[in-house]
């Protein structure tokens, strides 16, 4: 796939100036930057620019508005549009872009979860229209899900494919069109969780107690509560509101958004986007928000002792010693983890089949879009089929028929050489 000519709509947000720079400093093409006004446009530029930390890509983003949108659209191979997470939004821009576009140009969404299908209701049966979900920062995070409309051309899409991968140094992973795709779906699951837990447990510590339990030593990048605070609340509402709306699995009940994050949201506490949320900096010292009191107070310092153990082994590269220890302790904490594991690795493998093709799907886009431990990795660390059957039962949640098809001999994790999971896993 030849792709010399791009136009970018929605250039000046986050998302659009910094695909961007990937798109002109990886795939040398020269990138239409339309946004609202020439001003907005010009600060893309300057941000994609800043993404890659280089200014020799300045010389191919080319600013533009709205006004513009015939003369870009009809000369590019690739319609990239970035625009806000909002349906009215991207069917109106859609119908734009369908009046002038050519024949043989692709045109994608990077549409978080929003229906590709419904998205290509806009044009006629012959375009080949996508999703193309990068993951936020995207210089950053590989990830980027491929989802096809229903009429697409299936060579086109391995072009598409290949070209993201191979030009672009995407990880693609190919999903259904199913709400929150895989990544989204699979990762705000265990957010959102997390605040139902946050709430259920506010005497016992609330936000700091549960962000502290699922922090680096359980394989992730940054604890969950305050990963939303990064998203913005807001964005998180308008994710899980969707996929409880839209689906009907064995975790539709955890995608309900607690009421105290409704109230900080009425509030315009949004997160780091306007520096308060489930968190924020007050005088040099970062606070929590007290959900019981509505009120935010100092994070408290919390010294669990098997948490303590864990660490320390983790610190000395004994990661099944330390998975052992979260395993066969019988704390009210302890089992909070157990049942976190229990739910990802229950969750995101029963989605096999179903959105995605393979487990090393998940895989991918639990390590390369969120930066998570992948959850075949974790199956490896807690002991295998068995034990993680035990775990799920105990945890009364769903055994995926991935994990009951698969021998007992073989090994869950299958990507070690590429993706080491030793990486995810944080002592401090």
């Given at each position: 796939?030849?792709?010399?000519?791009?136009?970018?709509?929605?250039?000046?947000?986050?998302?659009?100036?910094?695909?961007?720079?990937?798109?002109?400093?990886?795939?040398?093409?020269?990138?239409?930057?339309?946004a609202r006004d020439i001003d907005k446009s010009k600060d893309g530029i300057n941000k994609a620019s800043d993404s890659i930390k280089s200014d020799v890509i300045k010389k191919q983003l080319i600013p533009k508005t709205y006004e513009d949108?015939?003369?870009?659209?009809?000369?590019?191979?690739?319609?990239?549009?970035?625009?806000?997470?909002?349906?009215?939004?991207?069917?109106?821009?859609?119908?734009?872009?369908?009046?002038?576009?050519?024949?043989?140009?692709?045109?994608?969404?990077?549409?978080?979860?929003?229906?590709?299908?419904?998205?290509?209701?806009?044009?006629?049966?012959?375009?080949?229209?996508?999703?193309?979900?990068?993951?936020?920062?995207?210089?950053?995070?590989?990830?980027?899900?491929?989802?096809?409309?229903?009429?697409?051309?299936?060579?086109?899409?391995?072009?598409?494919?290949?070209?993201?991968?191979?030009?672009?140094?995407?990880?693609?992973?190919?999903?259904?069109?199913?709400?929150?795709?895989?990544?989204?779906?699979?990762?705000?699951?265990?957010?959102?969780?997390?605040?139902?837990?946050?709430?259920?447990?506010?005497?016992?510590?609330?936000?700091?107690?549960?962000?502290?339990?699922?922090?680096?030593?359980?394989?992730?990048?940054?604890?969950?509560?305050?990963?939303?605070?990064?998203?913005?609340?807001?964005?998180?509402?308008?994710?899980?509101?969707?996929?409880?709306?839209?689906?009907?699995?064995?975790?539709?009940?955890?995608?309900?958004?607690?009421?105290?994050?409704?109230?900080?949201?009425?509030?315009?506490?949004?997160?780091?986007?306007?520096?308060?949320?489930?968190?924020?900096?007050?005088?040099?010292?970062?606070?929590?928000?007290?959900?019981?009191?509505?009120?935010?107070?100092?994070?408290?310092?919390?010294?669990?002792?098997?948490?303590?153990?864990?660490?320390?082994?983790?610190?000395?590269?004994?990661?099944?010693?330390?998975?052992?220890?979260?395993?066969?302790?019988?704390?009210?904490?302890?089992?909070?983890?157990?049942?976190?594991?229990?739910?990802?690795?229950?969750?995101?493998?029963?989605?096999?089949?179903?959105?995605?093709?393979?487990?090393?799907?998940?895989?991918?886009v639990m390590a390369y879009g969120f930066n998570w431990l992948p959850p075949c990795a974790l199956i490896d660390l807690i002991g295998g089929k068995n034990e993680v059957i035990k775990l799920i039962k105990q945890n009364k949640l769903l055994?995926?028929?991935?994990?009951?098809?698969?021998?007992?001999?073989?090994?869950?994790?299958?990507?070690?050489?590429?993706?080491?999971?030793?990486?995810?896993?944080?002592?401090?």
């Amino acid at each position: 796939m030849k792709i010399d000519t791009i136009t970018i709509l929605g250039a000046n947000g986050s998302m659009g100036s910094q695909c961007a720079g990937i798109i002109a400093g990886f795939g040398n093409a020269k990138v239409y930057m339309i946004a609202r006004d020439i001003d907005k446009s010009k600060d893309g530029i300057n941000k994609a620019s800043d993404s890659i930390k280089s200014d020799v890509i300045k010389k191919q983003l080319i600013p533009k508005t709205y006004e513009d949108i015939e003369k870009c659209v009809s000369e590019s191979d690739w319609i990239f549009e970035c625009a806000s997470e909002d349906l009215e939004i991207k069917q109106k821009i859609n119908s734009q872009v369908a009046k002038y576009k050519s024949k043989n140009s692709i045109v994608s969404t990077v549409s978080s979860g929003l229906s590709i299908s419904n998205l290509s209701k806009s044009f006629d049966k012959n375009t080949n229209y996508f999703g193309t979900h990068f993951y936020n920062p995207p210089y950053k995070m590989l990830l980027c899900e491929l989802i096809s409309s229903p009429n697409c051309n299936q060579k086109i899409q391995k072009e598409l494919f290949d070209y993201l991968k191979n030009d672009l140094h995407r990880q693609v992973v190919i999903t259904n069109d199913t709400p929150g795709f895989a990544g989204n779906r699979i990762g705000f699951q265990i957010l959102n969780e997390s605040l139902q837990f946050a709430e259920k447990y506010k005497k016992q510590g609330g936000i700091a107690l549960i962000d502290h339990l699922l922090s680096g030593f359980t394989g992730r990048s940054m604890p969950p509560i305050a990963t939303i605070d990064l998203v913005g609340l807001d964005v998180h509402k308008a994710i899980v509101d969707n996929i409880f709306q839209l689906t009907k699995d064995s975790a539709h009940e955890s995608f309900k958004l607690p009421k105290f994050v409704d109230y900080l949201i009425s509030n315009n506490f949004l997160g780091n986007k306007n520096g308060q949320g489930f968190y924020k900096k007050e005088g040099g010292q970062k606070l929590v928000f007290n959900i019981d009191k509505k009120t935010y107070e100092p994070i408290p310092k919390f010294n669990i002792e098997f948490i303590n153990q864990v660490k320390k082994l983790i610190s000395e590269g004994e990661y099944k010693k330390a998975f052992e220890i979260i395993l066969k302790t019988k704390t009210f904490e302890s089992k909070i983890i157990q049942y976190f594991f229990a739910r990802y690795i229950s969750y995101s493998l029963s989605l096999v089949g179903v959105v995605v093709k393979t487990k090393e799907d998940i895989d991918k886009v639990m390590a390369y879009g969120f930066n998570w431990l992948p959850p075949c990795a974790l199956i490896d660390l807690i002991g295998g089929k068995n034990e993680v059957i035990k775990l799920i039962k105990q945890n009364k949640l769903l055994v995926p028929n991935e994990i009951s098809k698969h021998s007992l001999k073989d090994k869950f994790y299958t990507l070690q050489d590429e993706l080491d999971f030793r990486s995810f896993l944080k002592a401090n």
